[in-house]
């Protein structure tokens, strides 16, 4: 990499939108083209997960490269939840500052009340414009949400049909407004959380009702920042990831999304809760068509960006890795296992290679699927659906995955958290 030069680096992380919302991931009705297109022209994950069901612990992880469990809190913070990211945690941003990268959050930043220590800016972000925590965290069973700038309430319950345009705006207008030094822009889009609010433009405009029209409106916001990286010749030095921070929140009906294949959605550790759209795109940088098979994850991200920018990493462990030689050689195998964190930071699962192992399940839908008790086995890459448990015919497997699970309870108490001992389960 050159170091005159780093990498710009872009994240659009959606709100419980399902790994089948896309056109290219199957979808029949929604139209997604410029996602699409941007899965054609770089590298699409199809086993790329999220490192938790819910949305705040998906963010500590995306942003930390650490998994849920270190943060100190549990699921989900609420408006008056004690707790929120420790100021000794290092986010992307802050990694980034190292290079005197401009930094920029325009979305669902959900990791703290609207306390000071807990927002953006003293996170690493230069600028900040959106929500604090969810879009349904309003009256009657919340206080007034604040529409936020910076650490300043803009205004109380904002009309969030236009929260998608505006966070868009403000993307465009960063981008040409640092297009002559390194930037890092995280997008957390408030949809396609419920209550859904698509843009004036976009409304009614989906067969797939009021649910196609948000994926819809976030499709065209993808677009339009290509565009932008396009018309001022940037997107030769830009990484561009767009991703969700779990699956679809299937028992909202038809206001949630799809799993497509995958078992269960959000707030599960199936497939269908962890599993979430994975496209990586840089021109010239990552080939065209790339078709990435091998395990990766949101906590990957940090340590990814670590590398290609030559910064140094700070936090005391990091249980993501550098994935960028898995998107340059299609040859190469999975680097290690993966744990799956559900309910209040509980272990639920491993995967390593295509064979997963639960020791404990968790539907929101209330189902339990299978008669038997965990540990369940499955082997992903020929039943992707979680539909054939095989434990009783690969016992050795469950085992050998049995004792990673060991190893990683002893890993994760040897290093304390910020918040004091990890609530270990």
């Known amino acids: 990499m050159d170091e005159e030069t780093p990498p710009n680096v872009i994240i659009l992380f959606c709100d419980d939108m399902g790994y089948g919302d896309m056109g290219i991931t199957g979808h029949p009705v929604i139209r997604t083209p410029n996602l699409d297109r941007l899965a054609m022209d770089g590298a699409r994950m199809t086993n790329f997960y999220s490192a938790s069901p819910a949305c705040t612990a998906s963010r500590y992880a995306l942003l930390t490269g650490r998994y849920p469990v270190r ?86 319950n904002p009309d969030q049909s236009k929260l998608t345009a505006a966070y868009t705006q403000r993307a465009l207008n960063f981008i040409e407004a640092h297009e002559a030094e390194p930037f890092f822009l995280y997008m957390p889009y408030a949809m396609p959380h419920v209550p859904l609010y698509p843009g004036e433009e976009f409304k009614g405009s989906s067969a797939r009702g009021l649910y196609g029209d948000v994926i819809e409106e976030i499709d065209w916001s993808a677009g339009q920042i290509r565009a932008k990286l396009e018309a001022l010749g940037l997107a030769e030095n830009t990484l561009l990831v767009f991703t969700s921070d779990n699956g679809p929140w299937i028992i909202k009906d038809e ?16 497939e269908g809760g962890m599993r979430v759209p994975g496209i990586f795109y840089w021109k010239d940088k990552i ?10 994850s949101t906590i990957d991200l940090l340590p990814t960006i670590a590398a290609l920018t030559e910064t ?14 898995l998107i340059g050689d299609s040859t190469l195998d999975s680097q290690g296992p993966y744990f799956y964190y559900g309910l209040n930071n509980r272990l639920f699962a491993v995967r390593q290679g295509p064979w997963k192992l639960h020791i404990n399940t968790y539907s929101q839908t209330g189902k339990t699927y299978f008669d038997k008790e965990p540990p369940l086995l499955f082997n992903l890459s020929v039943d992707p659906s979680e539909q054939y448990e095989v434990s009783a015919e690969y016992p050795d497997k469950v085992a050998e995955l049995q004792t990673l699970i060991e190893t990683h309870y002893t890993n994760l108490a040897s290093t304390p958290g910020h918040y004091g001992p990890l609530n270990i389960q």
């Open 255 to 270: 206001k949630g999304g799809s799993a497509g294949l995958f078992r269960d959605g959000k707030g599960s550790t199936w």
């Open 312 to 325: 140094e990493i700070s936090n005391n462990e990091i249980d993501g890795r550098n994935i960028w030689p």
């Open 71 to 156: 943060s100190g809190f549990a699921w989900v913070l609420y408006p008056n939840s004690p707790r929120g990211i420790h100021p000794e945690e290092q986010t992307i941003a802050e990694l980034l500052k190292q290079k005197n990268y401009a930094t920029a959050c325009y979305g669902k930043w959900h990791l703290g009340t609207t306390q000071k220590d807990y927002l953006p800016l003293q996170n690493g972000f230069d600028e900040y414009f959106g929500l604090p925590y969810s879009n349904d965290m309003i009256p009657p069973k919340w206080p007034d949400i604040p529409l936020m700038e910076g650490n300043d309430t803009l205004e109380l």
């Open 287 to 296: 080939p065209a068509g790339s078709f990435i098979q091998r395990p990766s």
